[in-house]
T-cell receptor, first 112, second 117 residues
Framework: AQSVTQLGSHVSVSEGALVLLRCNYS??????LFWYVQYPNQGLQLLLK??????LVKGINGFEAEFKKSETSFHLTKPSAHMSDAAEYFC??????????FGKGTRLSVIA | GAVVSQHPSRVICKSGTSVKIECRSL??????MFWYRQFPKKSLMLMAT?????????EQGVEKDKFLINHASLTLSTLTVTSAHPEDSSFYIC?????????????FGPGTRLTVT
């Protein structure tokens, strides 16, 4: 079975500071990994995905994530936080045949 | 491309009534659809997986007689919450996958907020 652990249910950063949201996965097969963002009362928006190509993945809004097999990690980063980045972020794992399994989410707050 | 719609976006119903939520893939054929439920400030929990023309596969702990899923066509799946109660109030999100081309990606609908009074 696949699973995802997101370390830190709430992360707070200052505007302009580095954003780092942690995600570790467990999978018995090569995983596909995703990061989604959810704004209040809205659906999910795909930020980026890893699908066994380049290990450093660039997404929308300046976010990127690096797949590290040795660490079973897929942490999400952004060099400089913006107020509009405040939202809930979900890491998810799947393979070709299984539905996405989500982590518990990390709420990002950005302080002016 | 790969747009998934849900209707309605919000619904309020009285306890004991049934509510139907529609999920449509607008520009692709969804061979598989998934229904998730999200409690306030919580993650998404998979409720069931449905393949077109087949019975849905429910996750452990999900009452199949309460949450009726129909995937009658390649572009439409419905979730009916039968005899709804306040504890069924939640955010329901559908997702669709087009596996015909070997794709793995799931596309998500915007969600339906159900409030049972």
């Amino acid at each position: 079975a696949q699973s995802v652990t997101q370390l830190g249910s709430h992360v707070s950063v200052s505007e302009g500071a580095l954003v780092l949201l942690r995600c570790n996965y467990s999978s018995s097969v090569p995983p596909y990994l995703f990061w989604y963002v959810q704004y209040p009362n809205q659906g999910l928006q795909l930020l980026l995905k890893y699908t066994s190509a380049a290990t450093l993945v660039k997404g929308i809004n300046g976010f990127e994530a690096e797949f590290k097999k040795s660490e079973t990690s897929f942490h999400l980063t952004k060099p400089s936080a913006h107020m509009s980045d405040a939202a809930e972020y979900f890491c998810a794992v799947s393979d070709r045949n299984t539905p996405l399994v989500f982590g518990k989410g990390t709420r990002l707050s950005v302080i002016a | 491309g790969a747009v998934v719609s849900q209707h309605p976006s919000r619904v309020i119903c009285k306890s004991g009534t049934s509510v139907k939520i529609e999920c449509r893939s607008l520009d692709f054929q969804a061979t598989t659809m998934f229904w998730y439920r999200q409690f306030p400030k919580k993650s998404l929990m998979l409720m069931a997986t449905s393949n077109e023309g087949s019975k849905a596969t429910y996750e452990q702990g999900v009452e199949k007689d309460k949450f009726l899923i129909n995937h009658a066509s390649l572009t439409l799946s419905t979730l009916t919450v039968t005899s709804a109660h306040p504890e069924d109030s939640s955010f329901y999100i559908c997702s669709a996958r087009d596996a015909s081309g070997g794709s793995y990606e799931q596309y998500f609908g915007p969600g339906t907020r159900l409030t049972v009074t």
